[in-house]
């Protein structure tokens, strides 16, 4: 038993990281890609957001669709679609056709982290969730570190076309191990879980608690700032500061260092600190490095973004696997739902955060700076707020009206 959890939960990282990675697999192609097609840095940054728009609002539809038919052939159903998504992209003639193409991308890559995290709800309750949601941030972390890496090596050597292609052959090696080796684990399928009125009443009742919205928002906006990172990075290190595309990666593993470290640290702290004193610690040390890195942004170097970075992903470590606990935690009987919700906050913050540096860049770490203090400060005065005085039983009444 010990054994199978362990490779359950294996399995599930490796479904929570299909969004991330196909990010950050072809985050060093960014600029080749503009080359490419001759277009401005706006318009490469928009594949971006597109495949963030496709997979925050799939998380809507993906997360009903496990309640009612499980989540096994959801997933199955998601895995075929990303395969095909990843082949449309590396096929794309132009910069439209690829944006399109990543907004399938995402729409199809959702159903990994929905159904991964529902996969944890379904086994594991309380503190061991938490624990459970530490263990795979923790892991989650080797694939910003290891992605950028391979992503900028596959660039040098075979071109942005070859990124896409990767993905799809990902895409097929987790579709072959879910069919082998993955059982069915929700307990009741709800037959009404797509029924329009239904999802209606589940959604609305979730964006009116307090303490969910509250759970949501610390995580989904510290994530937003992480993201806005993401997409500045490859034009402030390769273009700015002439960094090769397959040297960027290594730059991206202090970053990574200090997320596995706070999600390592968040893992360890359940169950002996409560979930709010790790969430506004978290929280606080983001807001703190998001200062610092604007403090810092009249001069462009690689320590002056890299070092107030690495902190912010500490503070992002920390409060992701909590708030992910916490918001799950009291809806045992919507578990696909309130993750779906839970995904389309945190990438639809991401997604506003990658929109808004957009425009605003101009060759600084200045304009990041401050998205990433917006998007912390959010996070923090957000959760403080919403959650003050509310406990998980008094959410789980709530949401039983």
């Known amino acids: 038993m010990v054994r199978q959890s362990r490779f359950t939960l294996a399995l599930v990282t490796a479904l929570v990281s299909m969004g991330v990675l196909s990010i950050s697999l072809y985050v060093p192609s960014l600029p080749a890609i503009r080359a490419e097609f001759a277009v401005g840095p706006d318009a490469v940054q928009r594949t971006l957001t597109f495949f963030l728009v496709g997979f925050a609002g799939a998380q809507l539809v993906i997360g009903p669709l496990s309640d009612r038919f499980g989540r096994r052939p959801v997933l199955l159903g998601g895995l075929i679609g990303y395969m095909a998504a990843g082949l449309l992209c590396a096929m794309a003639p132009d910069i439209l056709s690829l944006t399109i193409g990543r907004f399938l991308q995402g729409f199809a890559a959702c159903v990994g982290p929905v159904v991964g995290r529902a996969v944890v709800r379904d086994l594991f309750e309380g503190p061991a969730a938490g624990r459970a949601f530490g263990l795979i941030g923790t892991a989650l972390a080797v694939v910003p570190a290891l992605a950028p890496i391979l992503g900028g090596v596959i660039q040098t050597r075979l071109g942005w076309e070859a990124a896409f292609l990767t993905l799809a052959a990902v895409g097929l090696a987790l579709f072959a191990i879910c069919m082998r080796r993955l059982d069915e684990t929700i307990r009741e399928r709800l037959p009404n879980a797509m029924e329009p009125a239904r999802l209606l009443t589940i959604y609305g009742g979730l964006i009116r608690n307090r303490y969910y919205v509250g759970h949501a928002m610390a995580g989904g906006f510290v994530f937003g700032g ?176």
């Open 226 to 401: 992480f993201f806005g990172y993401m997409t500045d990075a490859p034009f402030l290190f390769i273009e700015e500061l002439q960094v090769p595309p397959d040297l960027f990666g290594f730059l991206l593993v202090f970053t990574v260092a200090g997320y596995a470290s706070g999600s390592y640290t968040s893992g360890r702290l359940a169950g002996v600190l409560p979930g709010r004193h790790i969430i506004l610690a978290g929280t606080g040390i983001a807001v703190a490095a998001a200062l610092m890195l604007l403090a810092f942004s009249e001069e462009l170097s690689l320590a002056r973004v890299i070092g107030p970075m690495t902190l912010y992903a500490l503070g992002f470590g920390l409060t992701l696997p909590a708030s992910l606990a916490g918001a799950l935690g009291p809806f045992p009987r919507v578990a696909g739902s309130a993750s779906a919700l839970l995904g389309f906050i945190q990438m639809a913050a991401a997604g506003a955060s990658s929109a808004i540096v957009q425009p605003l860049y101009d060759g600084t770490a200045r304009s990041l700076g401050l998205v990433v203090l917006g998007m912390s400060v959010t996070a923090l005065v957000g959760y403080a707020v919403l959650t003050h005085g509310r406990t998980p039983a008094e959410a789980d009444r709530e949401s039983a009206r």
